[in-house]
């Protein structure tokens, strides 16, 4: 009885460790599937391979897992052992069809189909079973038929293996070899277990026990033919399922030992031994609950991790897409940039904190960003000027921990400040150079768990810098062409003022020497006050006009009749007895425009034809209506312009033909008649004249254009 209730424990723990190891297996196959991506996915056999790989991997788990809770002669056992041997035989094709061999040896398919068949009547014998249990001699007969047709696929299931290292490619057989015999080791144990039992009419205690042992073995084969293949089947595992699965066996380790003492102190029998398997079990609770969530001991856990299982600390995809993330971050909840360049540096060497200097206009280090470390007492100038110089030509990274230590390879002792030394929170220094420049100087605060630098986190460390550096030159190129462009709007602004200035000093100036010759006529001084009171009012909305070429201006539009202002521009410009600009057709006209913008677009284009025309010739105007809109046409008969000077540079603004012009009269009255929802067409021919025509909407129009624009607003909503 003791030999058979050790056989049994026996077998529950190699059972269950067979779990542990297939979902291992499951864990990594997955995670290289999901790394492997598209690319590798795509070609023949791949991705079913890594599909039917970890579908027979995890039937195997679970196989074992239930056989361990519940033992081997279970309905649910028998049913997934049925499972788990229709996994592997699955697996067994996909390995076959990796090269083809699927559709051209002809005996494959109907071997397997005939061994998932007979596979498949073990529900309908465990069915009969339930049935007949009271029978002996039924139940007898229908064990001999459920070894013997196990004993069928098993052997089938072998002559599949065979056949398939055997026939395999000599550039397959490396990737086969070690797949193969954990494949020959699962089907033939079985080939052993189930002669014995169809010859002794029992299964055996002890090989069933085994059969857990020979589970794990074929685990083991199926890692080592991982690690040691060259092809598709290497093992590559993450450093995120090696840290799971080394947490994972920790844990198991922790279970088995638990378990163990339990057990032990139940063999000593008596109260006591109650008494004491309760306190091991509280002690032990408390300090996983104390020690395993503690962010040192995963840190712990993960240089230990990094420094003994893998060639290179880091897993370098895994870094540039967590730094990709990091930079590239938006949205309202992001943070600034400064404090994203930090936090991009920091996760990689697992800092909990850090700091970012930039260049000052006196070219020392002042503080610009914290990253998490609000309580670093860092002074007014960080760095001195003088010290930067070394981190710009030599872009060393300053171990911190051994310049305490007294260490001093390229004098960086000289240039490191004393409070970043008595700061015993700060790690290291990162200089960030774009084109031999020091943009930027990154302090990194400590880790849960320090170690020493070496030349894998400085060329780490160096790269990314220079990446980030790039990032933050760019940043300060952008700022300084945003504050040019305000340079630039306020220079435009003073420009339009100048040039409405100068048109204002010019009519000042006429009516200054016209005083001379007719200050005596009645009709002249009337005309002379009339038309000081409007250069007043001129100046008074030349004011008011500036914040319309900034964010938010805008002139305010009403209804007015541009027959009138026609009229208006006219009388400017026709002295008594000398008519220069002649309106050649003004009937009513309500429009909907701004009548001071509106007049100052005509007057411009109005002197600049009387500036192209001879002397002596007239100047047209005229308004008329045109569906929606109302025009007002300038027609000139003077030299006229090319198509080509029409599009490159009739608007392009500070671009002009006049001796002394400021080249913005144009561009200012197409961008007055554009904020009137007008346009400023223009037609000319060298050598005849031009016509400038503004289109303006004419006030009856008003609520059909609104409905208009409405509901290209709401299209252009739902387009979005």
């Not at 005939?114 to 498949?120: G, K, N, P, S, T």
């Not at 015993?424 to 150079?433: E, F, G």
């Not at 700022?479 to 602004?493: Q, T, W």
Request: charge should be neutral.
């Amino acid at each position: 009885m003791l030999s058979l209730f050790t056989w049994q424990g026996f077998g529950q723990w190699m059972f269950l460790a067979s779990a542990f190891a297939f979902l291992l297996l499951v864990g990594w196959r997955w995670d290289r599937r999901r790394r492997a991506g598209q690319a590798r996915d795509g070609q023949i056999g791949t991705n079913k391979g890594g599909r039917g790989e970890i579908i027979a991997y995890g039937l195997a788990a679970a196989w074992s897992l239930i056989v361990a809770g519940m033992g081997h002669l279970a309905i649910v056992s028998q049913l997934f052992e049925t499972l788990r041997s229709l996994g592997w035989l699955g697996l067994t094709l996909v390995l076959f069809s990796r090269d083809g061999r699927h559709t051209s040896v002809s005996p494959i398919r109907p071997v397997l189909a005939a061994l998932v068949f007979v596979e498949l009547l073990q529900p309908l014998l465990l069915i009969m079973e339930m049935r007949y249990a009271v029978n002996p001699s039924a139940s007898a007969m229908i064990f001999h038929i459920v070894v013997l047709f196990r004993l069928l696929v098993a052997t089938g299931a072998l002559v599949l293996v065979h056949n398939l290292y055997a026939g395999a490619m000599a550039q397959q057989r490396t990737a086969l070899r070690w797949t193969c015999a954990a494949l020959a080791m699962i089907w033939g144990y079985d080939l052993n277990l189930y002669t014995i039992a169809y010859l002794g009419r029992a299964m055996p205690i002890e090989l069933v026990a085994l059969r857990g042992l020979a589970q794990i073995a074929a685990a083991g084969l199926l890692v080592i033919g991982a690690v040691r293949g060259r092809s598709a089947l290497r093992f590559s595992p993450s450093r995120a399922v090696a840290f799971q699965s080394l947490s994972l066996m920790v844990i198991g380790a922790y279970m088995i030992v638990m378990v163990g003492a339990a057990q032990s102190l139940a063999w000593l029998g008596g109260n006591a031994s109650q008494l004491a398997q309760l306190g091991f079990v509280f002690v032990t609770s408390v300090l996983v609950v104390a020690i395993l969530p503690s962010g040192r001991v995963r840190g712990w856990l993960k240089v230990m991790l990094a420094k003994h299982f893998f060639q290179h600390r880091y897993d370098y995809r895994a870094e540039w897409l967590r730094f990709t993330r990091t930079i590239g971050r938006a949205g309202a909840q992001a943070l600034p940039l400064h404090e994203r360049v930090v936090q991009a540096l920091a996760d990689i060497t697992d800092s909990s904190s850090g700091l970012l200097l930039v260049p000052a206009e006196g070219g020392e280090l002042v503080l610009a960003a914290r990253w998490q470390w609000p309580t670093a007492d860092v002074p007014a100038e960080a760095i001195a000027a003088d010290a930067v110089s070394f981190f710009e030509q030599r872009g060393f990274i300053v171990d911190l921990e051994e310049l305490r230590s007294g260490v001093d390879y390229q004098g960086e002792n000289g240039a490191v400040p004393q409070w970043l030394v008595d700061e015993h929170s700060a790690w290291a220094l990162v200089p960030l150079l774009h084109f031999d420049r020091l943009v930027g100087l990154v302090v990194l605060g400590r880790p849960q768990v320090a170690r020493k630098l070496d030349w894998e986190d400085f060329d780490l460390l160096r790269v990314v810098g220079m990446q980030l550096a790039s990032y933050l030159a760019e940043q300060v190129g952008q700022s300084a062409l945003l504050e040019a462009s305000r340079f630039d709007e306020f220079n435009r602004r003073i420009a339009f003022v100048m040039h409405d200035i100068k048109n204002l000093a010019s009519q000042l100036s006429l009516l200054s020497r016209n005083a001379e010759r007719h200050a005596d006529n009645p009709a002249f001084r009337g005309d002379m006050l009339i038309t000081l009171r409007n250069s007043a009012d001129k100046l008074n909305a030349l004011l008011a006009r500036l914040s319309r070429y900034g964010g938010n201006g805008g002139e305010k539009v009403g209804e007015i009749d541009a027959s009138e202002v026609i009229r208006a521009v006219a009388e400017r410009y026709n002295a008594p007895g000398a008519v220069r600009v002649h309106v050649t057709h003004d009937a009513a006209c309500p429009v909907m425009a701004n009548r001071d913008a509106l007049e100052q677009v005509l007057l411009h284009l109005v002197q600049n034809a009387i500036d192209a025309s001879p002397d002596g010739m007239a100047v047209f105007l005229q308004v008329n209506t045109d569906g929606l809109y109302g025009t007002i046409e300038v027609i000139d008969t003077g030299c006229g312009m090319s198509a080509e000077f029409i599009r490159n540079r009739l608007f392009k603004p500070f671009v002009s033909t006049k001796q002394g012009g400021f080249g913005i009269g144009a561009f200012e009255a197409r961008e007055l008649v554009k904020a009137m929802r007008g346009r400023l067409e223009v037609e000319s021919r060298e050598g005849l004249g031009s016509r400038f025509t503004v289109r303006l909407p004419l006030a009856a129009a008003q609520p059909l254009m609104n409905s208009i624009d409405g509901g290209e607003g709401s299209h252009d909503k739902r387009v979005a």
